[in-house]
């Protein structure tokens, strides 16, 4: 079974930057595609950025696009999530999920999810 352990979350500033990591136990084709999602309190957890692995494919939400990079490492079990410019709505849980498609960045076509990572961003 795959296991997943995100890593890097933190208290920032805003504007402030963070890295988020995610090692996997194994590299499977059922998790090719990588992503990112968060979850606020009171809100449903949405993704925010996906990577395919076999052809480095990324996808981001509207309003993490020119903000958030993902990225894998170069020993391929490792995901990163460079963040940057953080804003208070950035402020969530981030959980790093694995599915064996990237056809789109809804929670419920992912199969394994990490236990997350808080992040928070204060003035």
């Known amino acids: 079974r795959i296991q997943l352990v995100e890593s890097g979350g933190d208290s920032v500033h805003i504007g402030g930057n963070l890295t988020l990591s995610c090692v996997h136990s194994e590299y499977s084709p059922s998790a090719s595609c990588m992503a990112w999602f968060r979850q606020a309190p009171g809100k449903e957890r949405e993704g925010v950025a996906s990577l395919y692995r076999p052809n480095g494919e990324t996808h981001y939400t509207d309003d993490v696009r020119d903000r958030f990079i993902i990225s894998r490492g170069n020993d391929r079990n490792t995901v990163y999530l460079q963040m940057n410019r953080l804003q208070p709505e950035d402020t969530a849980m981030y959980y790093c999920?694995?599915?064996?498609?990237?056809?789109?960045?809804?929670?419920?076509?992912?199969?394994?999810w990490g236990q997350g990572t808080q992040v928070s961003v204060s003035s």
């Open positions: 999920a694995a599915a064996t498609w990237c056809d789109s960045l809804e929670a419920g076509q992912f199969l394994y």
